[in-house]
Antibody, heavy 123, light 105 residues
Framework: QVQLVESGGGVVQPGGSLRLSCAGS????????MHWVRQAPGKGLEWVSL????????YYADSVRGRFSISRDNSRNMLHMQMNSLTTEDTALYYC????????????????WGQGTLVTVSS | QMTQSPSSVSASVGDRVTITCRAS??????FAWYQQKPGEAPKLLIY???SLQSGVPSRFSGSGSGTDFTLTISSLQPEDFATYYC?????????FGGGTKVEIK
């Protein structure tokens, strides 16, 4: 079955950097668009970023554009998110999510989710 | 911008529950609904405004197009008490509604 396992979260000071990773298994990783979605403690869901199946297209939320960078390694079935210039507003549980394929609009729905990795930005 | 209502609803087992979402701009039928239980990741229920995701009980249904969308639970079951989110997929940035918490009356 589909498995998505996030890692890389932790506590970081404001202005710091962190790199999140997501390992995918149980499906043809290179055939699917992938997303990061976050949820601040006690709050709702916020889409962060999408990368196409081949890595050629990336999209970002306005709140992270220019600071976060999404990438993928299809040879290793891995998704990454490099997060720079972190602020307290970035504190959240970060989910890796699989799109429903790679063609729109299905790629823009979140069909499977990991359990998340917690990022805490605090001095 | 997505406006989801109500923000919470108290209901009993067997009740019919309706949740609505209004988008600030049209998204055609590119719309989804998710269920999230405490401590769990969200789960896709409905996509394409009205298509039921595989494995989701038929008491869940979705309708609407353009800017106004509805999720209906025809007969609430104990396992349905959760928070529900709408999501538009018509344009970037992809956006979610604020959530509706369905609580036990």
């Amino acid at each position: 079955q589909v498995q998505l396992v996030e890692s890389g979260g932790g506590v970081v000071q404001p202005g710091g950097s962190l790199r999140l990773s997501c390992a995918g298994s149980g499906f043809s990783f290179s055939s699917y668009a992938m997303h990061w979605v976050r949820q601040a403690p006690g709050k709702g869901l916020e889409w962060v970023s999408l990368i196409s199946h081949d890595g050629n297209e990336q999209y970002y939320a306005d709140s992270v554009r220019g600071r976060f960078s999404i990438s993928r390694d299809n040879s290793r079935n891995m998704l990454h998110m490099q997060m720079n210039s972190l602020t307290t507003e970035d504190t959240a549980l970060y989910y890796c999510a699989r799109g429903m394929g790679d063609s729109k609009p299905r790629s823009r729905y979140f069909e499977d989710w990991g359990q998340g990795t917690l990022v805490t930005v605090s001095s | 911008q997505m406006t989801q209502s109500p923000s919470s609803v108290s209901a009993s087992v067997g009740d019919r529950v309706t949740i609505t979402c209004r988008a600030s701009q049209g998204s055609g039928s590119w719309f989804a609904w998710y269920q999230q239980k405490p401590g769990e990741a969200p789960k896709l229920l409905i996509y394409g405004a009205s298509s039921l995701q595989s494995g989701v009980p038929s008491r869940f249904s979705g309708s609407g197009s353009g800017t106004d969308f509805t999720l209906t639970i025809s007969s609430l079951q104990p396992e349905d008490f959760a928070t529900y989110y709408c999501q538009q997929a018509g344009s970037f940035p992809l956006t979610f509604g604020g959530g509706t918490k369905v609580e036990i009356k």
